[in-house]
């Protein structure tokens, strides 16, 4: 009985202050691999006569953005920190390869497209999957706070 208890005790001190009875710490768990960014295109349309944006992405976090309209063109650049990329990563290891390849837009309605690990995904804005719309919106995010180049 005073044996079980003792066990008891022990399995408590261990699973409550991850120690052992020795003073040595518990082992710490595998750290959890994080996904690695791969490089990704975006172009996005918002109708006929609009503008258009097409974003690239490297592997090592370099962002290129050019903004047409008309006659009219805008580039920025960006080199994405090491959150940025594990965030973006993350973004799209979180059901990117369960999308379908389209997501119908209207005639004359909005278009994005997302390329990533060579898988396309086109979409519009009325049916758009909440993966795709959060790459979409944090892509977005990082071309507003990048430079514009002279």
């Known amino acids: 009985m005073q044996r079980m208890l003792l066990n008891l005790l022990l399995a408590f001190f261990v699973a ?20 690695v960014l791969r490089s990704a295109v975006f172009y996005e349309n918002t109708g006929y006569g609009a503008p258009t944006l097409t974003v690239t992405i490297s592997s090592a976090g ?8 008309g ?23 979180d059901g990117w390869e369960s999308l379908d390849a389209r997501y119908p837009a209207p005639p004359d309605g909005p278009l994005y497209k997302i390329t990533y690990a060579a ?6 804005s009325l049916k758009t999957p909440g993966v795709f719309e ?9 071309v507003e706070a990048a ?4």
């Open 16 to 35: 409550t202050f991850g120690i052992w009875v020795s003073g040595t710490e518990a082992a710490d768990p595998a750290p959890a691999t994080q996904p």
């Open 62 to 69: 370099e962002l290129r953005s050019i903004w047409r309209f």
């Open 71 to 93: 006659a009219r063109s805008e580039e920025r650049k960006a080199m994405l920190t090491d959150a940025q990329q594990a965030e973006l990563a993350a973004l799209f290891a």
């Open 119 to 124: 898988k396309t995904v086109e979409a519009s």
């Open 134 to 142: 959060r790459v979409r919106i944090k892509i977005s995010e990082f």
């Open 147 to 150: 430079s514009p180049v002279k």
